[in-house]
T-cell receptor, first 114, second 114 residues
Framework: DAGVTQSPTHLIKTRGQQVTLRCSPKSGHDTVSWYQQALGQGPQFIFQ???????QRGNFPDRFSGHQFPNYSSELNVNALLLGDSALYLC?????????????FGPGTRLTVT | SQQGEEDPQALSIQEGENATMNCSYK?????LQWYRQNSGRGLVHLIL?????REKHSGRLRVTLDTSKKSSSLLITASRAADTASYFC??????????????FGTGTQLKVEL
């Protein structure tokens, strides 16, 4: 049973560029959430996708956008990168209606903006 | 923003000793979860405690919850070097239209030395 996968593992970008991160959810899961984790901090909720729509967004600007595909995989796009966008980006999947509320996390993508 | 604080920020113990981490949160909750993170990679779910529970056990883990004080503690008994990791508490917030988002604390870095 495949867990949550993310690509790429590491990424280095320059300020002002755009980046796309990818996530495949755990088999059987239909919901994908994205989190940003700055160094030394806990993860912060960016947004969640279900049925190919953004369900809710955390306190992140519109430079952060996403997409969910019919196979439930998801992309996170960040435009006009800032130095402060350097972080570990985590994808988590879950199943709507599940009683446990547990989210399964991928290994993350480490983004460095120079 | 972070939901709350974890205490201590860092903890160093000898193998075989017990490790206790505390978490405080700000808002009312449905449940509280604890996650482990190794070396800045993905998070692994450890245990979930519901708001109507006061204590829960899972293997060497014991979690308590005091909703009147908005606090929780995680006890790891008979620690091992492999327990070295960062530990995060996360509160569960329901999203409009279903689904849930996790709001994490700042984490405790645990180091278990041989």
């Amino acid at each position: 049973d495949a867990g949550v996968t993310q690509s790429p593992t590491h990424l280095i970008k320059t300020r002002g560029q755009q980046v796309t991160l990818r996530c495949s959810p755990k088999s059987g899961h239909d919901t994908v959430s994205w989190y940003q984790q700055a160094l030394g901090q806990g993860p912060q909720f960016i947004f969640q996708y279900y049925e190919e729509e953004e369900r809710q967004r955390g306190n992140f600007p519109d430079r952060f956008s996403g997409h969910q595909f019919p196979n439930y995989s998801s992309e996170l796009n960040v435009n006009a990168l800032l130095l402060g966008d350097s972080a570990l980006y985590l994808c988590a999947s879950s199943l709507v209606g599940a009683d446990t509320y547990e989210q399964y996390f991928g290994p993350g993508t480490r983004l460095t903006v120079t | 923003s972070q939901q709350g604080e974890e205490d201590p920020q860092a903890l160093s113990i000898q193998e075989g000793e017990n490790a206790t981490m505390n978490c405080s949160y700000k808002t009312s909750i449905n449940n509280l979860q604890w996650y482990r993170q190794n070396s800045g990679r993905g998070l692994v779910h450890l245990i979930l405690i519901r708001s109507n529970e006061r204590e829960k056990h899972s293997g060497r883990l014991r979690v308590t919850l005091d909703t009147s004080k908005k606090s929780s503690s995680l006890l790891i008994t008979a620690s091992r070097a492999a327990d070295t990791a960062s530990y995060f508490c996360a509160t569960d917030g329901r999203l409009t239209g279903g689904g849930n988002k996790l709001t994490f604390g700042t984490g405790t870095q645990l180091k278990v030395e041989l």
